[in-house]
């Protein structure tokens, strides 16, 4: 049996091979990519989450609200009673306010 050895182009089933390699070549790269961009923004997004929670977590604890309203009923009533003076009454008032 002569044994054929081929020169020039390669044949159909060559042709099929090669092309076979490259797009799964491509496929691989293509696929390691996409992992990795979604790692990268997976990572992003969990450094995004622990440092807005520990952000949270060192937050000061919030001031009771004062309530204005009843403050300057507070100190009419004093004024009225005769404990405050017009001038404590304003200076307290001014504190308030400001």
Same mark, same amino acid.
């Given at each position: 049996?002569?044994?054929?050895?081929r020169?020039?182009r390669?044949g159909?089933?060559?042709l099929?091979?090669?092309?076979?390699?490259?797009?799964?070549t %491509?496929?691989?790269v293509?696929?390691?990519m996409r $992992?990795? !961009?979604q790692?990268?923004?997976? +990572?992003e997004?969990?450094?995004?989450q622990?440092?807005?929670e520990?952000?949270?977590a060192?937050l000061?604890p919030?001031?009771?609200g004062v309530?204005?309203v %009843?403050?300057l009923?507070?100190?009419e009533?004093? $004024?009225? !009673?005769?404990?405050?003076?017009? +001038?404590?009454?304003a200076s307290?008032?001014?504190?308030?306010?400001?």
């Open positions: 049996m002569p044994l054929f050895r020169f020039g390669p159909l089933l060559g099929a091979a090669r092309t076979a390699v490259v797009a799964g %491509a496929t691989a293509t696929g390691g $992992r990795h !961009q790692a990268r923004a997976t +990572e997004w969990q450094s995004e622990y440092e807005s520990q952000a949270a060192n000061p919030e001031a009771p309530d204005l %009843a403050e009923q507070k100190l009533a004093l $004024r009225q !009673q005769g404990v405050l003076s017009d +001038e404590e009454f307290a008032k001014a504190k308030l306010l400001a």
